[in-house]
């Protein structure tokens, strides 16, 4: 009866790991990043020809789009990351079932990124779990920028040699362009002007400036007073600009000279140390903890070295993993003394309760078992479905143990006996374990998706292999215990004898 157990156990170890798994929804999400200093009206009409493609699309019912910001929470795990980036578009799509939704989501990345490579573009479906950035990420600490981005780098190209890997991005880039202008302070002093002054021209000209509001219904609206789009959109018309000096217009080319130079986008931080967040989107179909390890190793092969007071550390599902499981392990060694403590005063036997204890853990082995034979990953649904599994299947279990010791016979370790208890007790059991099994058939038939399954094959699958515990493992147990108690006795009486 330990073969299907142990079994378990040693299949599991080669099934792949997504312990949050898609949620089943009708929607899924597209990002798009446009380069580093892209204006919205560039990222508007690319978000439009990307939406005349997905309308060519059967199944396909809506497309909302969100241009510049990230969308407010839609889902419990989508929080607003992004906004005021002009180069930055999310859209959520609406499908007319699950299935089709699921079917786009796997074919339209790849299909996308190549209509359009001028931009970074990832679909991916809603999924369950905590607020994450990406599915894989890591986060390279350190106080330097120019090594955190030098690092982040080669991370990168590590992580592109990752099958599963479609995009990546890094929270600090280098090379944004930035226009600066260099004003010659002599002649701004001949101007009878100051440098703040002609900062504050600039800005007003460039930015604007407020100068009222209009009501609209509720909400007050501000009007902004700046030099037209056609005066700012190229740098040669930006060099052209005039400040106002001595009372007459001077171009500012007579006061300085306009230069573009790079700089960091921004500077993330972790716990107030500049850190580099390196996120990776990954296929559909692909495991984040898999990839996560995947990329461990690549960079292991690669040779990947931190310098001095440089720190990496994995992010996105792999630990969020982490911290869901020592959350659920914070509590299971009181839940284990508890259930311990109830059955050994039930049964006044510390070796019966270790009986039950024994098939506890094998039943976990079977719950893998049937999670191996449904082709699922390990995931979170799984540990509950374990859960579940693991009361049923003592259970039964308890019931042969009872109805043993009930009878006087039995309880002594005769064989007939105790085969003739574990028969009757057999309707229990075998009443339990279809019903529990029908009740979770629609689950695995007809739900769909990958969020009821995986639950629904560990407990079913699970409980109708428990069956061999509670109907062959318990009795034989039972009775070989007997034989070692009366073993034991003999050998007592003869050493009080002696």
């Not at 060099?239 to 306009?258: P, R, W, Y």
Request: glycine share 10%.
């Amino acid at each position: 009866t330990m073969i299907l157990p142990i079994s378990g156990f040693v299949l599991a170890s080669t099934l792949g790991q997504q312990f949050f798994p898609a949620a089943d929804r009708d929607q899924f999400e597209i990002q798009v990043w446009m380069p580093r200093g892209t204006s919205i009206n560039a990222t508007d009409a690319l978000t439009r020809r990307i939406e005349a493609r997905l309308n060519d699309e059967a199944g396909i019912t809506d497309v909302h789009w969100m241009i510049g910001h990230s969308f407010p929470t839609v889902y419990y795990n989508r929080i607003m990351r992004v906004r005021g980036d002009d180069s930055y578009a999310q859209a959520v799509v609406f499908t007319d079932s699950v299935g089709r939704a699921k079917v786009l989501t796997e074919r339209l990345g790849q299909e996308l990124g190549d209509a359009f490579p001028e931009a970074r573009i990832v679909v991916a479906p809603f999924s369950q779990g905590p607020p994450l950035e990406a599915p894989v990420a890591f986060r390279i600490e350190g106080p330097d920028l120019s090594e955190l981005i030098r690092l982040g780098d080669e991370v990168r190209a590590v992580m592109h040699t990752i099958p599963e890997i479609v995009q990546t991005r890094s929270t600090i880039e280098a090379g944004l362009p930035k226009l600066t202008y260099v004003a010659d302070e002599v002649a701004v002093r001949q101007a009878g002007l100051t440098l703040s002054e002609v900062a504050g021209q600039l800005q007003a000209g460039l930015e604007g400036r407020v100068g009222g509001s209009v009501q609209e219904n509720r909400e007050s609206l501000p009007i902004r007073i700046r030099f037209p789009a056609s005066s700012r959109d190229e740098l040669s018309r930006v060099a052209a600009m005039s400040l106002v000096g001595n009372g007459e217009s001077i171009s500012a080319l007579n006061l300085g000279d306009f230069e573009i130079v790079p700089e960091s986008s921004s500077i993330s931080r972790f716990d107030s140390t500049r850190a580099n967040k390196l996120l990776a989107y990954l296929r559909p179909d692909a495991l984040p903890v898999d990839v996560s390890n995947n990329v461990l190793a690549a960079l292991d092969a690669a040779g990947f070295e931190l310098p001095a007071g440089y720190r990496l550390r994995a992010e996105g599902d792999s630990d969020a993993q982490a911290d869901a499981i020592g959350n659920l392990t914070t509590y299971l060694p009181i839940l284990l003394m508890l259930m311990l403590a109830t059955i050994i005063l039930s049964f006044r036997s510390l070796r019966l309760a270790s009986v039950i204890a024994v098939v506890a853990i094998a039943s976990v082995g079977l719950g893998m078992l049937s999670l191996w034979l449904g082709g699922y990953p390990r995931g979170f649904n799984a540990v509950i479905g374990v859960a579940g599994l693991i009361g049923v299947a003592i259970n039964g279990t308890i019931v042969v143990i009872a109805a043993i010791r009930a009878d006087a016979a039995a309880c002594t370790g005769d064989t007939e006996s105790i085969v003739e208890q574990t028969v009757g007790a057999t309707r229990h059991i075998v009443s339990t374990v279809f019903t529990t099994i029908g009740g979770f058939v629609p689950l695995i038939f007809f739900s769909g998706g990958d969020f009821w399954p995986p639950l629904a094959v560990v407990i079913a699958g699970g409980v109708g292999f428990s069956m061999t515990l509670s109907l062959f493992f318990t009795p034989a147990i039972y009775r070989l215990l007997c034989l070692w108690g009366a073993s034991r006795g003999r050998q007592l009486s003869a050493a009080t004898a002696t």
